[in-house]
């Protein structure tokens, strides 16, 4: 029986693995050049017919892949240049499993016409992929000429990626020069083809990002270079168009490396890690279908914020701040603990009156402790109505703790251990004069009671 749970355990784990690994279904809907200019010449052919034909034996061997399915959209094909259509574009096969034969019979029978209008076609395109979440929506856009149509392609594609309908687009050029390259790459990721041995090369790196996975692994360096830093949530950011794709919480695998994660390439991305203060990477590029290694210098180690005894503060809290800049960086609890990159804090600690660590150091997996004495307590009995401040006595000097107004009744304040000064006067007298001063001490874990008449 042992031995049938051990072999059963083994395979829902190989199940479960091969679960995570599988990539998700990826749409990738064609678009392509149907404009009279796509009749120039290419080779010993025409760019249509060798579009036409690369494209055709592209489809037949994508029929089996079955986390695929594509579709076909053709602009610029059903009104003559001289009309200047700038809405003829229509998807003519739509997104279907099996649908192979029908995009190569439409392809088959393609009668390049009219003028060029690739915004308004990436614009419809939008409403050619089912809206079904978690699949990769992908454009591959064929041409061989510029938008005739005073479309903005570049400001159409980003609103795409903006609002998550589709990935950073392919544009494939067909025998454009390298001056155009400038008015692509802002709507996606561009591709040159002069000739048809470019063209061809160019279409299977393409379909081979599109639909390849594409893995990653991220190195949290602690200090001494080793990837043993973790549990740290990464949120990935397009870097051109500030949209985050995921959050994934990094962690150690059960071989105690970093564990593999699937990231689209068409990216180009931001890495912000949140430790406290946050880390981050730009303009991270990954190489489609192979594994890539992200490194980060994160070493950590911790701190502790105690306090001796009972605490009679509700929530006593301290802030860790930068030294450099005096910024916030945390709000941390006491008799808690906390992550922190390795370096020196200045923290101030949220107790009456507060206290401040210039330089408090964080070491690579050690633990900082930060000890508080526990707080004692005042306690104000009076008959009258009082304006009472509370000041400390520093270094001979008076420092405000707390203002009071009290009424008849006794006022009980948390406060730490130390010497200090009551200065106070009646509300109803209007006199300065009749101000008066008390001193006293708080010890820690008592309560000291004043009576003021």
């Not at 051109?240 to 071989?255: E, F, K, M, P």
């Not at 890495?271 to 070493?299: E, F, Q, R």
């Not at 050690?366 to 104000?380: E, H």
Request: hydrophobic share 35%.
């Amino acid at each position: 029986m042992a031995r049938y749970n051990k072999i059963w355990a083994i395979l829902l784990l190989f199940l479960a693995v091969n679960t995570y690994a599988q990539s998700p279904k990826t749409r990738i809907l064609f678009v392509l050049d149907g404009s009279g200019s796509m009749y120039a010449k290419m080779g010993s052919d025409n760019r249509i017919t060798v579009a036409k034909r690369l494209l055709s034996r592209m489809v037949d061997s994508l029929q089996y892949q079955n986390e695929l399915e594509l579709a076909l959209r053709v602009y610029g094909h059903q009104s003559q240049k001289t009309e200047r259509n700038c809405k003829d574009t229509k998807l003519e096969v739509p997104f279907s499993p099996r649908n192979h034969q029908a995009i190569k019979d439409e392809i088959k029978d393609l009668r390049p016409k009219g003028t060029t209008l690739i915004a308004y076609s990436l614009q419809e395109a939008a409403y050619d992929f089912p809206k079904t979440p978690g699949v990769r929506n992908i454009i591959i856009l064929i041409t061989d000429g510029i938008e005739e149509c005073d479309g903005d392609p570049c400001a159409v594609s980003l609103a795409l990626q903006k609002q998550g309908v589709v990935l950073r687009p392919f544009v494939i050029g067909l025998g454009l020069t390298a001056e155009f390259r400038s008015q692509f790459e802002c709507v996606g990721r561009y591709f040159e083809a002069e000739t048809e041995a470019d063209f061809e090369n160019v279409l299977n790196v393409v379909i081979n990002q599109a639909i390849n996975n594409t893995s990653a692994q991220v190195n949290l360096l602690d200090a001494y270079g080793r990837p043993t830093e973790t549990d740290v949530n990464m949120t990935f950011t397009d870097s051109r168009t500030g949209v985050v794709i995921s959050n994934i919480v990094h962690t150690l695998n059960y071989r105690g490396l970093p564990d593999t994660m699937y990231l689209d390439p068409s990216y180009s991305y931001d890495l912000k890690a949140h430790t406290i203060p946050p880390i981050y990477k730009k303009n991270i590029k990954l190489t489609a279908g192979i594994h890539n290694t992200i490194a980060i210098d994160a070493p950590q180690g911790f701190l502790k914020l105690k306090i001796d005894g009972v605490t009679n503060y509700k929530n006593l809290q301290a802030l860790i701040m930068d030294k450099r800049t005096n910024e916030i960086l945390n709000v941390q609890d006491f008799n808690s603990q906390q992550k922190y990159l390795i370096n020196d804090y200045k923290i101030e600690l949220l107790t009456l009156p507060r206290i401040t660590q210039e330089s408090v150091a964080v070491h690579q997996n050690k633990t900082t402790t930060l000890q508080v004495q526990q707080p004692g307590k005042l306690n104000i009995i009076t008959r009258n109505k009082l304006i009472i401040g509370v000041y400390r006595i520093q270094n001979g000097e008076l420092e405000m703790v707390k203002n009071l107004k009290l009424n008849t009744n006794q006022n009980i304040t948390v406060i730490q251990p130390g010497d200090y000064k009551l200065i106070y006067r009646e509300s109803s007298i209007k006199e300065s004069n009749s101000t008066k001063t008390l001193d006293f001490s708080i010890k820690s874990g008592i309560m000291t009671h004043l009576n003021i008449k």
